[in-house]
Each structure stands twice: as C-alpha cells, then as structure tokens.
C-alpha cells in the first residue's frame, strides 16, 4: 500500500483517513462541508486509485461533501492475503465504509471502471440512501435484458479484454500483472487508451504503479480481470437484483459520460448498455477522451458534474 503520508510532489494533498468496518485498513479520503452539503462518492476502477479524482476534488470540496475510497488492493488501502477480492467483496467493504462507518445518505454516486459494478451493487442493496448516478466510461448492471449479450460483445471486441484473455490462455496474465509496478501504466495508454499521452509524468508514474511493489501487493489488479477472462467455477453464482431496488434506482437522476477513444469499455457497448436501465438519460460523447475521462478531460467532467447536481 501506498505510505499514508504520500503526496506525489503535492498532487494528492488531502488527509489520508482509514476504516477498519471490512476488516482491512481502507483509505478514503473525505473532504468538504458536512452539513447542508451534497454527498458525493467517487469509485476508481481497474488499475487505479483515489488519485484518479484529483482534479475533481479540490473544487468539488468547496461546496459538496466528497468521499473517495481506495477499493481494497489499491492505493493506499491495505491488500490482505485472506479476500477473494471479487466484485461482490468490494461491494461488501463499501457498504461498510458507507452505511457502518459513514452513515451517508442522499449520496451521488460518480463512477468509473469497476466503480460502475461496484457503486451499482451498493445502490441496488440501499437505493434509499442513493439520490443519483453519474458513470463514466463503465456500465451499471441492473440485470436487464440484452445486457450479458452486450457484455459479450465488448469481451470479443475490446484490445484490453483480448489481450487478457490471450495472456489468461498461454499462462502469463498473473505473471504480467503481477508485476504491475513496472507495467501497469503502459497497460493504461495501450490498451485503455489515455488520449492526452503528455499528461504521463514520471509522477504520474510513480502515483498509479507505486502500490504494486511486489507481487503480493498486485492481487487487485490481477482478480478485477481475471474474474472475467478465467471465472472461478467454485465463486458464489451471483442472483438477480431485487426487482424493486431495480425499479427504485431507474427512477433516480443518471447520466453517462464516455469517453469516445476508449478501448477497453467500447463505446458501441457501454452506451446502448446505459440506455437499457436509463432509456431517457442523457448520455455525452468526449470524443478526444480516452478510458480516464478525469484524466483527459477534467475540466469538461467537473463541469457536467456540476450541471448534472444543479438541474437534478
């Protein structure tokens, strides 16, 4: 895990805070008024952290109350030896953060990556502490027709899901990100695609590899994948969403940025994806965005952020 004190050369200059509820030491971050304010929470995805929210942060806190966790594997949160670290445990340790430490509710929640899945599996188990939705460059399961066929598709299609499931076959996927410290941001600009490369410092770096120091600390960013290219045949099958949660939460305010350059999460997937839940939310295309629209395109994200809480 990344030291407690770490600020990338400034770039991450927020109070590293930590919860025990799950069982672990997770990191989140929570900045910003407590009261009378909105509660925004900011879930990261695959291979990422916290850091990912930077520019969103500071000028969100000015207003909203803003939590950002490290799900469990990255950041600075601890990777324990004894999870599974599939997406029903980081959905787990949400929950405990949220509702057993935090007590949030009327939260936003804004999404990328696995933060979609994981966010969505929390709305569905407290739709009443949910009041809107905001994903980006993900996909919200709410279990309805058309999506696995969706899904399908983008796994056949997608350079970031070939490449896994070529690694996963000839043995070397555990092997490559395993050794996450030294590839995972190449594995970011090629296969997910960063449409500003000159963003890419060696602070940037050094911020989205430094938790991978060894391969003990790379069981996140090795299970987020491999649950789908190689699914554990023994894992729980996963139940259908409750019906009412289902109908609760495509009742609420949702909106979808995409990224149009992407290439792990296609566009002519996720998008119609989206409209499958939220046929009448409005969905906006970046088309010089990549997979990282926060890191693309922070400006034009916080602005329909922005737009999004003021109009919903």
């Avoid at 259908?240 to 909106?255: F, I, M, Q």
């Avoid at 939220?278 to 965005?289: T, V």
Wanted: hydrophobic share 40%; aromatic share 8%.
């Amino acid at each position: 895990m990344i030291p407690e004190h770490e600020t990338f050369h400034g770039t991450w200059p927020y109070l590293a805070r930590y919860c025990k509820a799950a069982g672990f030491s997770q990191h989140y971050i929570d900045e910003g008024p407590r009261k009378g304010a909105e509660n925004l929470v900011l879930l990261h995805g695959e291979p990422t952290w916290g850091y990912l929210w930077r520019h969103l942060i500071g000028p969100l806190s000015r207003r909203h109350r803003v939590v950002v966790p490290d799900h469990m594997g990255f950041g600075k949160s601890e990777t324990p030896a004894d999870r599974s670290y599939l997406a029903v445990e980081h959905v787990d340790n949400l929950e405990k953060l949220l509702v057993d430490e935090l007590d949030l509710h009327d939260i936003t929640l804004v999404l990328h990556d696995w933060g979609g899945p994981i966010g969505t599996g929390f709305a569905l188990r407290h739709p009443d502490r949910v009041r809107r939705m905001m994903a980006t460059n993900t996909v919200l399961p709410l279990g309805m027709p058309g999506y696995p066929e969706l899904m399908a598709g983008n796994m056949r299609d997608s350079s970031w899901f070939r490449w896994a499931q070529a690694a996963q076959a000839d043995g070397t996927l555990e092997s490559l990100l395993g050794n996450a410290g030294n590839t995972v941001t190449h594995l970011m600009l090629a296969l997910q695609t960063i449409g500003r490369p000159e963003i890419v410092t060696p602070t940037w770096i050094r911020a989205y590899s430094a938790h991978f120091t060894d391969r003990a600390q790379c069981r996140g960013v090795i299970r987020f994948p491999q649950q789908l290219v190689a699914p554990d045949p023994d894992a729980p099958t996963p139940q259908p969403p409750d019906a009412e949660a289902v109908t609760a939460l495509r009742g609420k305010p949702a909106l979808l940025v995409q990224g149009m350059r992407d290439t792990a999460l296609l566009p002519g997937y996720t998008m119609p994806a989206f409209h499958l839940g939220y046929p009448s939310a409005p969905i906006i295309e970046l088309p010089e965005a990549g997979h990282f629209t926060s890191e693309d395109a922070p400006e034009t994200l916080l602005a329909l952020l922005a737009l999004f809480l003021q109009t919903t």
